[in-house]
């Protein structure tokens, strides 16, 4: 069964930096894991969930991000460690939210996986 954990958040002042990890377990080889689309979502209070950047399988490896995080923010990938980062610098206050990791297969609607979330808030 797979499995996403998200880890890296906390409390942190504006302007101030965070690292997110999402580590997945159940993928049967490191092969096809790399085969997966990785993302980081995230959902502020009152707000429906929104994509904030992404990461195509290891052999593209072409990112993109929301407008509001182009410049702050970074995707990576380690497909060994079969973890996706999510770099962010300069953090505002209007970054707080869950954010969450989503792995997808392409072209497949069954093989898409969430973690639980992991909270940023970002305050003085």
């Known amino acids: 069964q797979v499995k996403l954990v998200e880890s890296g958040g906390g409390l942190v002042e504006p302007g101030g930096s965070l690292r997110l990890s999402c580590t997945a377990s159940?993928?049967?080889?490191?092969?096809?894991?790399?085969?997966?689309?990785m993302s980081w979502y995230r959902q502020a209070p009152g707000k429906e969930r929104e994509l904030v950047a992404g990461?195509?399988?290891?052999?593209?490896?072409?990112?993109n991000y929301a407008d509001s995080v182009k410049g702050r923010f970074t995707i990576s990938r380690d497909s060994v460690k079969k973890t996706v980062y999510l770099r962010m610098n300069n953090l505002k206050p209007e970054d707080t939210a869950v954010y969450y990791c989503?792995?997808?297969?392409?072209?497949?609607?069954?093989?898409?996986?969430w973690g639980q979330g992991t909270q940023v808030s970002v305050s003085s």
């Open positions: 990461i195509s399988s290891s052999a593209d490896g072409s990112t």
């Open positions: 159940g993928f049967t080889s490191t092969l096809y894991f790399s085969m997966y689309s």
């Open positions: 989503k792995a997808a297969l392409p072209n497949s609607q069954r093989n898409i996986y």
